[in-house]
């Protein structure tokens, strides 16, 4: 357990309460350490902390259009890489038809998340289906391959060196937002049994970056059955049921999904909006200084944000303030809804995250510029 220097206190005109009952007509913004865990102040400002009237340097936040990147690519390894550190990397892998080859990561777990198609994944473990909204977890050294009926496009977060884990639920309980028993794992069906055979297969076996193949004689995915608790696992995004709180409002941690030891992929599903009259019904404003914030739109309407449709993906350096967009705060808060409509993936690293060409090529880059004051 970190100790840090603890006084909280109130100076001036302030909330004793983060996130409710705001000094009127002022803007909350969160300086804080370790994400929404360590020592923390909220100060109110008399303008909003994201009107600035011009933003330059490395700071600036990116937002990137993974709809115009390439398609179709028959191997994960060669999906576009968007992001990466030593502990994640992210890709976005677009594909039609069938895998011609295995595949296998020897470099960390994979978690897949489908944006988009229906299909079937084959792997060590069996048979599974996928449609859109599925995490698929697949640990480290699980060859698989994909046959897609519907085009997939698909989200790539590799845990580099690492594992994914279930977030601890603390004072709710293991089985809220979803419980372990709802994770699907493969099975050992008549369509995994029906594709194997003495056929010549390949693997291909990413390690440190570099792809090796081994060739079989026949198709390697032909176990009988299996036992044990380490497997690839599906949960689908419609099965999350999100906390929240009329009364206040949850940092984005309560939405955690998986965990490493250096991220968090968190969820974003629809949920009611805050009705108390003093609660905040939008993201607070924050510089999140501890980690990148990376956030993949799925589908729906995302409140905060302007000009976002779904399959972008927004970067947010840590030390980088933001917030709600401002038209986006004024409709909240003139045309309030009774719920959220929206679907997304964020990625929170602990440390700082690079942007490979791919993704450079598909930026937009007016995205610093939809905070601006007037
Ligand atoms: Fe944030």
Same mark, same amino acid.
């Given at each position: 357990?970190?100790?840090?220097? =603890? &006084?909280? @206190? /109130?100076?001036?005109?302030?909330? *004793?309460?983060?996130?409710?009952?705001?000094? $009127?007509?002022? %803007? $909350?913004? $969160?300086?804080?350490?370790?994400?929404?865990?360590?020592?923390?102040?909220?100060? %109110?400002?008399?303008?909003? !902390?994201? #009107?600035?009237?011009?933003?330059?340097?490395?700071? @600036? !936040?990116?937002?990137?259009?993974?709809?115009?990147?390439?398609?179709?690519?028959?191997?994960?390894?060669?999906?576009?890489?968007?992001?990466?550190? #030593? +502990?994640?990397?992210?890709?976005?892998?677009?594909?039609?038809?069938?895998?011609?080859?295995?595949?296998?990561?020897?470099?960390?777990?994979?978690?897949?998340?489908?944006?988009?198609?229906?299909?079937?994944? &084959?792997?060590? %473990?069996?048979?599974?289906?996928?449609?859109?909204?599925?995490?698929?977890?697949?640990?480290?050294?699980?060859?698989?391959? /994909?046959?897609?009926?519907?085009?997939?496009?698909?989200?790539?977060?590799?845990?580099?060196?690492?594992?994914? @884990?279930?977030?601890?639920?603390?004072?709710?309980? !293991? =089985?809220?937002?979803?419980?372990?028993?709802?994770?699907?794992?493969?099975?050992?069906?008549?369509?995994?049994?029906?594709?194997?055979?003495?056929? $010549?297969?390949?693997?291909?076996?990413?390690?440190?970056?570099?792809?090796?193949?081994?060739?079989?004689?026949?198709?390697?995915?032909?176990?009988?059955?299996?036992?044990?608790?380490?497997?690839?696992?599906?949960?689908?995004?419609?099965?999350?049921?999100?906390?929240? +709180?009329? *009364?206040?409002?949850?940092? !984005?941690?309560? =939405?955690?999904?998986?965990?490493?030891?250096?991220? /968090?992929?968190?969820?974003?599903?629809?949920?009611?909006?805050?009705?108390?009259?003093?609660?905040?019904?939008?993201?607070?404003?924050?510089?999140?200084?501890?980690?990148?914030?990376?956030?993949?739109?799925?589908?729906?309407?995302?409140?905060? *944000?302007?000009?976002? =449709?779904?399959?972008?993906?927004?970067?947010?350096?840590?030390?980088?303030?933001?917030?709600?967009?401002?038209?986006?705060?004024?409709?909240?808060?003139?045309?309030?809804?009774?719920?959220?409509?929206?679907?997304?993936?964020?990625?929170?690293?602990?440390?700082?995250?690079?942007?490979?060409?791919?993704?450079?090529?598909?930026?937009?880059?007016?995205?610093?510029? +939809?905070?601006?004051?007037?």
């Amino acid at each position: 357990m970190k100790r840090y220097v =603890h &006084f909280p @206190r /109130v100076e001036g005109e302030a909330s *004793r309460q983060a996130h409710a009952d705001l000094p $009127e007509g002022t %803007y $909350e913004r $969160e300086i804080s350490k370790e994400g929404f865990f360590g020592p923390a102040a909220h100060l %109110y400002h008399r303008h909003p !902390p994201t #009107a600035w009237t011009n933003f330059e340097g490395p700071l @600036r !936040p990116h937002a990137f259009d993974c709809t115009k990147l390439p398609g179709n690519q028959d191997s994960p390894w060669k999906a576009a890489e968007l992001l990466h550190n #030593a +502990s994640v990397r992210v890709r976005f892998w677009s594909m039609a038809g069938k895998m011609p080859q295995l595949a296998r990561n020897a470099d960390g777990d994979e978690l897949l998340f489908v944006h988009a198609g229906t299909g079937d994944l &084959f792997c060590d %473990y069996g048979h599974l289906p996928f449609e859109a909204g599925d995490y698929i977890l697949i640990p480290r050294g699980t060859m698989w391959r /994909v046959e897609c009926t519907q085009p997939l496009r698909a989200l790539l977060i590799e845990a580099t060196n690492n594992s994914y @884990r279930l977030p601890d639920k603390g004072l709710v309980g !293991p =089985h809220a937002i979803f419980d372990a028993a709802m994770l699907d794992t493969p099975r050992i069906d008549d369509a995994f049994r029906g594709q194997q055979g003495e056929t $010549e297969w390949r693997v291909a076996i990413k390690r440190r970056g570099a792809i090796s193949t081994v060739t079989y004689a026949f198709n390697p995915l032909d176990a009988i059955g299996w036992h044990g608790d380490l497997a690839v696992a599906r949960i689908n995004v419609r099965d999350l049921r999100p906390l929240m +709180s009329h *009364r206040y409002h949850l940092p !984005p941690s309560a =939405h955690t999904t998986f965990l490493t030891d250096r991220f /968090v992929v968190c969820t974003f599903v629809p949920r009611p909006f805050e009705s108390d009259p003093g609660a905040m019904k939008v993201p607070f404003f924050h510089n999140n200084d501890d980690y990148d914030e990376v956030l993949f739109y799925h589908a729906g309407d995302f409140f905060s *944000r302007d000009n976002i =449709h779904p399959g972008m993906i927004t970067l947010h350096p840590g030390g980088f303030t933001h917030g709600p967009h401002p038209k986006a705060l004024k409709n909240v808060l003139q045309q309030p809804k009774p719920a959220t409509n929206e679907y997304a993936v964020m990625i929170d690293t602990r440390d700082a995250l690079e942007i490979s060409p791919a993704a450079a090529q598909v930026e937009w880059p007016g995205y610093v510029d +939809s905070w601006m004051g007037a």
